[in-house]
């Protein structure tokens, strides 16, 4: 499985919304790092409930649902 990192332009973004006012590389990196991990744990839930429902496409409601499990 390629990595796909995500770009840091947005994550900067972000922790500028709130509230600072230069953002190190360092800091983006951790907060992409953690993003992340977040999302593939979201993403294996979602696979699950999709395979419990029988499908092989996971849907937006399986993301919602996968949310509120975790």
Same mark, same amino acid.
Do not use: F, H, Q
């Given at each position: 499985?390629?990595?796909?990192?995500?770009?840091?332009?947005?994550?900067?973004?972000?922790?500028?919304?709130?509230?600072?006012?230069?953002?190190?590389?360092?800091?983006? =990196?951790?907060? !992409?790092?953690?993003?992340?991990?977040? $999302?593939? +744990?979201?993403?294996?839930?979602?696979? %699950?409930? =999709?395979?419990? !429902?029988?499908?092989?496409?996971?849907? $937006?409601? +399986?993301?919602?649902?996968?949310?509120? %499990?975790?």
């Amino acid at each position: 499985m390629k990595n796909m990192a995500i770009p840091k332009a947005p994550i900067a973004r972000i922790i500028k919304e709130s509230g600072a006012e230069r953002v190190s590389e360092d800091a983006k =990196a951790e907060l !992409a790092a953690y993003l992340e991990e977040v $999302a593939r +744990d979201v993403a294996k839930e979602a696979n %699950n409930v =999709a395979k419990i !429902a029988k499908r092989k496409t996971v849907k $937006a409601d +399986d993301i919602k649902l996968a949310i509120k %499990n975790l």
